[in-house]
T-cell receptor
């Protein structure tokens, strides 16, 4: 069955430090992969997506993610975190079962130390 | 307005009340979705509409009743809810589910509290 695992429930980094959020997926075919960010009390905002081609994708707000098929990962990175990046981050895979749907991970909450 | 809008943003209701959540998308998309987001749980897909036709009902209790009068509007009618139904209800839209490049765009959500 298709699934998405975000191993880290919480991550704390200092402002200006680099960030990597992990995402492992399970899906038999080539996946469509997404990262979304959610600020408190808000909906989900798309950061970036991968469908095909270059395995390193650039997104908004200085984020990037790399698709590694051999490891079934789609980790999100940012070289220098800003206090405004504090939020919850969700990885998702678009998968076909009886129909097409997005399967979300449980999320990683990012805290930023001043 | 642009994107996906949801009203109301906050709703408190008793278990015997009837209320409705509204979602509107201004993106020209054909598909609309309802999700439930509870604390400490992954997002749960509730319903999918594609070209106004319901294509997914993810075993949602009948006290939740969706309505999609056209591709731009989606409603969720609520009646005799339970306290465990308290959650953030998110609406999303996309061009066409499963199409290469199809991306879901989310509204800000309605925070529902059932007393």
């Amino acid at each position: 069955a298709q699934s998405v695992t975000q191993p880290d429930i919480h991550i704390t980094v200092s402002e200006g430090a680099s960030l990597e959020l992990r995402c492992n997926y399970s899906y038999g075919a080539t996946p469509y992969l997404f990262w979304y960010v959610q600020s408190p009390g808000q909906g989900l905002q798309l950061l970036l997506k991968y469908f095909s081609g270059d395995t390193l994708v650039q997104g908004i707000k200085g984020f990037e993610a790399e698709f590694k098929r051999s490891q079934s990962t789609f980790n999100l990175r940012k070289p220098s975190v800003h206090w405004s990046d504090a939020a919850e981050y969700f990885c998702a895979v678009g998968a076909w079962d009886s129909s097409y749907k997005l399967i979300f991970g449980s999320g990683t909450r990012l805290l930023v130390r001043p | 307005e642009t994107g996906v809008t949801q009203t109301p943003r906050h709703l408190v209701m008793g278990m015997t009340n009837k209320k409705s959540l509204k979602c509107e998308q201004h993106l020209g998309h054909n598909a609309m979705y309802w999700y439930k987001q509870s604390a400490k749980k992954p997002l749960e897909l509730m319903f999918v509409y594609n070209f106004k036709e319901q294509t997914e009902n993810n075993s949602v209790p009948s006290r939740f009743s969706p309505e999609c009068p056209n591709s731009s509007h989606l409603f969720l009618h609520l009646h005799t809810l339970q306290p465990e139904d308290s959650a953030l209800y998110l609406c999303a839209s996309s061009q066409e589910p499963g199409l290469a490049g199809d991306t879901q765009y989310f509204g800000p959500g309605t925070r529902l509290t059932v007393l």
